[in-house]
């Protein structure tokens, strides 16, 4: 172990500048209102990268909804003021403190605390942050004095509640373009599916569906808005995306011309989409999850047919009380069994949900840990090891018996693993890395219970990354690399850069951190206008290439990257006016066969 602290080299984010560029905003306003740290204290502290990473509910802030009357004592807002406070709300607080404002990550701040700590309290809480992780929305210039007094009034209205989603709304907003029986029979085109990618244009509501040999962009879709993420069909026919509007668009690559077979809304805001993946049950269902509603919803995999909706309101897995909005964080198909994997965020819950009774729905419900986000597969597919980001840990689940295996605290801040990264390392044998969001350590966990079983579910080494704000880490069976992203650190240089690790360089020494390659992706692309972040590596069909989104303003040039992942060497940048904001990446072959 040769990173045993968070360094005092970790950069923090000075302001929420970034957050608004990215168009991610959001963090706790009022963590612990009962010790109070010194106004000082208040007024000396930074923002980092871990509390701008929050949740943005762009979707919700676009709803119009009645102004709530104001009790005696408490002062009104008009309903034009109490749509922007609803907007700014939604983007910028709900991801902390919930929609209902009954808390998350951030503390509740329901109207019986807020009218008890009054107006003068909240607006100057709400002006400086706190250094326990609420932003200085006031002092950093992202809101005016007005709107700091405007919303400090806000929250102490009961808050608005925005509509449910059920199956008559799902009914209403599903369209089958074109039904299965018109759909071909066999591959009409010539396009090497194995080898293409799926490219989020997250501010365009697009992707772009690129060739990994030629790099020739060979469509481009609309989809979501602010899309977010694409998953395969375990045939690798049929390519699911979704949006933060919680729209999901299937698209069918057999076609002659690939396009978007069916889609459906599952609710206002959503992150996550997957489809069945166990034996003889390929192809037949799809899921989502939305965050608002916080729900999933089981789909018919050729027309995505909303069949069953759960919803995840219930309780905490510790303190056991009850949270009304638990969001659905990342899915899992399992290959072990015919299941789906559905992490719960605010309670803490991992749901393995059988789809093979969907009327008799069994549901295997196991107790992990709180703030549940992403994760992946371990290099066997049967261990699910996915980040509790908030609380700095990790959890494994078996999914071959359906069990907790072990929580484990990754010694860094705020772990963000994206599907991890599965490493053979060399004296530790197979292993699973992640990096995190609030430092710039990577933690590698054993994950080979019965060839290394001291080993096992252990952080065996944690060494130093680029700097904090790290969102993605990548390898590839059989490749000797680990890319380590550092996309949201507040230097330009660092978030335009990538760390390359040599797998075989590797040890068990305490004393010695490995060093690592810096590669300038950034500067490679020769983007010269703006700060353009470097984001989520992406291997082709081979293992041969690495790709990375150099992401910049929506109204500014980016690129993709590609590079050698034997020699290190640039050998392609993708450049394109419809390459608009592009984030992640997915090859069809390895998101198909979960390879990474
Ligand atoms: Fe993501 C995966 C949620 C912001 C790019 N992101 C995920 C998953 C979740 C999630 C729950 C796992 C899905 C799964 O596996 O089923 N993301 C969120 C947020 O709540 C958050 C923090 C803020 C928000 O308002 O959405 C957020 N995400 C971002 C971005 O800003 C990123 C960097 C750029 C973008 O396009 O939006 C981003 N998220 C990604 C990517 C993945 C992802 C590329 C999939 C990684 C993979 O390798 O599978």
Not at 394 to 401: G, P, S
């Amino acid at each position: 172990m040769t990173c045993q602290h968070i360094s005092t080299r970790s950069t923090l984010f000075a302001s929420a500048a970034l957050a608004l560029i990215l168009g991610m905003t959001g963090s706790a306003l009022a963590q612990d209102t009962a010790d109070q740290p010194p106004q000082a204290e208040l007024e000396d502290h930074t923002t980092q990268p871990q509390d701008q990473y929050q949740p943005s509910l762009d979707v919700l802030a676009e709803e119009e909804l009645p102004v709530p009357g104001a009790p005696e004592g408490v002062e009104p807002l008009t309903q034009a003021e109490f749509n922007e406070a609803n907007e700014i709300y939604f983007q910028r607080c709900a991801g902390c403190h919930g929609v209902l404002r009954k808390g998350a990550t951030g503390k509740a701040l329901t109207p019986d605390l807020t009218r008890e700590l009054g107006f003068e309290y909240l607006q100057s809480f709400i002006n400086y942050g706190s250094p326990a992780g609420m932003p200085n929305w006031g002092t950093s210039g992202d809101l005016t004095p007005e709107q700091v007094d405007m919303m400090a009034k806000y929250i102490m209205l009961d808050p608005a509640s925005p509509p449910e989603w059920g199956m008559p709304e799902m009914r209403e907003s599903w369209i089958v373009h074109v039904p299965p029986e018109d759909r071909p029979t066999e591959k009409m085109n010539d396009w090497d599916l194995d080898n293409l990618f799926s490219v989020t244009l997250r501010d365009a509501g697009q992707i772009a569906l690129i060739d990994g040999g030629t790099y020739e962009i060979r469509k481009v879709l609309d989809t979501g808005y602010a899309v977010h993420i694409s998953r395969m069909s375990a045939s690798g026919r049929y390519l699911f995306v979704i949006g933060r509007d919680a729209k999901v668009d299937m698209i069918d690559l057999w076609m002659e011309d690939p396009s978007v077979v069916a889609e459906i809304k599952i609710g206002s805001e959503a992150r996550s989409v997957e489809t069945s993946k166990m034996e003889g049950w390929e192809d037949k269902y799809a899921i989502a999850g939305a965050y608002w509603p916080p729900q999933y919803v089981i789909m018919d995999g050729a027309t995505l047919e909303p069949l069953r909706i759960v919803s995840t309101r219930g309780m905490t897995y510790d303190e056991q009380v009850y949270h009304p909005e638990p969001r659905v964080a990342a899915i899992l198909g399992s290959h072990y069994r015919p299941e789906f994997i559905v992490n719960v965020k605010e309670t803490g819950k991992i749901q393995l949900v059988d789809y093979t009774d969907l009327k008799n729905l069994k549901i295997t419900e196991i107790d992990a840990e709180r703030f549940l986000h992403d994760g992946g597969l371990d290099s066997t597919r049967r261990y699910f090891i996915t980040a509790a980001n908030a609380r700095d840990r990790l959890v494994v689940i078996d999914t071959k018996e359906g069990t907790l295996e072990a929580v484990t605290d990754t010694g860094g801040i705020t772990p963000h693993p994206g599907r991890g990264a599965n490493i053979e390392h060399p004296v530790y044998g197979p292993v699973w890395a992640t990096s995190h969001l609030g430092g710039e350590s990577v933690a590698l966990i054993g994950t080979d219970p019965e060839g290394h079983p001291d080993q096992a579910w252990k952080i065996v080494d944690s060494f130093y990354a680029l700097g904090g704000g790290s969102l993605f880490v990548k390898t590839y069976p059989g490749s000797n690399h680990l890319y380590v992203d550092a996309t949201l650190n507040p230097d330009a240089e660092i978030s335009g850069s990538v760390a390359v690790f040599n797998i075989d360089e590797f040890d068990d020494d305490p004393e010695t951190e490995p060093e690592y390659t810096t590669l300038n992706i950034a500067e490679m692309a020769e983007i010269t206008e703006g700060q353009p972040r470097v984001v989520q590596g992406e291997f082709n069909k081979d293992g041969t290439e690495v790709w990375f989104s150099v992401w910049n303003a929506q109204d500014m040039e980016s690129a993709i990257v590609v590079i050698n992942d034997e020699t290190l060497e640039l050998v392609k940048v993708i450049k394109d006016p419809r390459l608009i904001t592009p984030t992640g990446k997915f090859n069809v072959k390895n998101t198909q066969q979960d390879i990474y």
